[in-house]
Every structure is written in C-alpha cells, then in structure tokens.
C-alpha cells in the first residue's frame, strides 16, 4: 500500500460525459501527479501540481483540467468523453519541492470506460 | 528532453533463471533512473531508482540495476525468477518537467511484460 487512495475504482460512463476522478496524497506529501495509461500510448504524463499550484503539463487535453486543493487532495476532471478516454488513470504524490530526483507512488489508478 | 527505450514488450524465462530487463535512457542533464513494478490491476509499485551514488542499486524482492553511462543503460536484473515476478515492469527517467519548468516529472518507458513459466 503506497499510501496514495484514489475514487473510484472503476467508473463506468457514456461519450459526451463529464466525470471527476479523487486523489488523497501520502501523508505530509505537496506534489501530486496524474497520469494516462493506455494499450495504444502506455503510460502518459498528464498534469502535476505542488501545493496548489500548477507546475508542469504533458499531453493533457483541453477537455481535461485538475486542480489541488488545500488539503492537497486533487480532482481530474474529464469532460465531453470520447470513446478514446477509456484509460487507467494514475495518481502519484512525492514529498518535498518537485525536483528530481523525488521519488513518487501511485495510487492503485481509476479505471475509466467510456461507452 | 528525456526519454527511455525498454526492448522488448514481452520477455520470458523459466522458474529460477536469469532475468535481465532492458532499458536504455536519453538524456541531455544527468538522469535520474527507476524501475516501477505494476501486478495485474494494479498500481505501480517502486523496485529501485539511480540517484547518481553507487552506479549498482538494490531493490526490493532481489532485484538490481547498474547505471552505465557509457552505454545509457539502466537494465534490471534478477538471480532467480519466482513465478511472483510476473508482472509488467517500466523503466522510467525524471528529469526537467515537459514544460521546461525545471520541476520533475517522470517519463515512462512502454514497458515489458514478464512472464515466469514453471
């Protein structure tokens, strides 16, 4: 158990949809990461935020955001599904500023379909 | 920009052999290096990571990489498989994030697929 809790565990939905994944870092951890993982592009660095604050993107769509919040727990929010979006999502934290080399644990992921 | 290559998506050995997991790095700064293990439905659990200290690193469940700069290479290996080291393994590197923001994030190998036969 790496300490990192993500809902739910399975999220079954229709294209067009809009729907809001959770994460709850390890304890006393600021970065948290979200991450795509799918058959045809493998695993796939989406957004990560430190503290609240937005600190780097890779290939997140635009129908895609997040945000921290104060607690530090962090929401993905996935809207206008597409049959494409069906993936894992993975959710990782790390302790202390976001610099390498920070290690980081993943959540035991959210599984999207999109039917 | 960083990347890894892991040849070969599947690899397969017998009970008690030799594993031996590829991974080549790319890297303009000096990388960061990590092995992360994922079981079916499953999570991705950490096995090992490269800091830059000794080029030879140790992991959990007998697990070890080296870190060849001369060859870029960071490959895993294992004394003897057990049949509960089938799983997928990915190399990864982190280093300055996508956006040049001088954060970190993690960029993924594909992955290889370990299959242990009795």
């Known amino acids: 158990d790496s300490g990192v809790t993500q809902t739910p565990k399975h999220l079954i939905t229709a294209t067009g949809q809009r729907v809001t994944l959770r994460c709850s870092p390890r304890?006393?951890?600021?970065?948290v990461y979200w991450y795509q993982q799918s058959l045809d592009q493998g695993l796939q660095f989406l957004i990560q935020y430190y503290n609240g604050e937005e600190r780097a993107k890779g290939n997140i769509l635009e129908r895609f955001s997040a945000q921290q919040f104060p607690d530090l727990h962090s929401e993905l929010n996935l809207s206008s599904l597409e049959l494409g979006d069906s993936a894992l999502y993975f959710c990782a934290s790390s302790g202390g500023p976001p610099l390498p080399p920070n290690t980081q644990y993943f959540g035991p992921g959210t599984r999207l379909t999109v039917l | 920009a960083q990347s890894v290559t892991q040849l070969g998506s599947h690899v397969s050995v017998s009970e008690g052999a030799l594993v031996l997991l590829r991974c080549n790095y790319s890297?303009?700064?000096?990388?960061?290096l990590f092995w992360y293990v994922q079981y079916p439905n499953q999570g991705l659990q950490l096995l090992l990571k490269y800091t830059s200290a000794a080029t030879l690193v140790k992991g959990i469940n007998g697990f070890e990489a080296e870190f060849k700069k001369s060859e870029t290479s960071f490959h895993l290996t294992k004394p003897s498989a057990h049949m509960s080291d089938a799983a997928e393994y990915f190399c990864?590197?982190?280093?300055?994030?996508?956006?040049?923001?001088?954060?970190?994030?993690?960029?993924f190998g594909k992955g290889t697929m370990l299959l242990v036969s009795p």
């Open positions: 304890s006393g951890d600021l970065s």
């Open positions: 890297s303009s700064v000096p990388p960061y």
């Open positions: 990864a590197v982190s280093g300055p994030g996508v956006s040049n923001s001088g954060y970190s994030t993690l960029t």
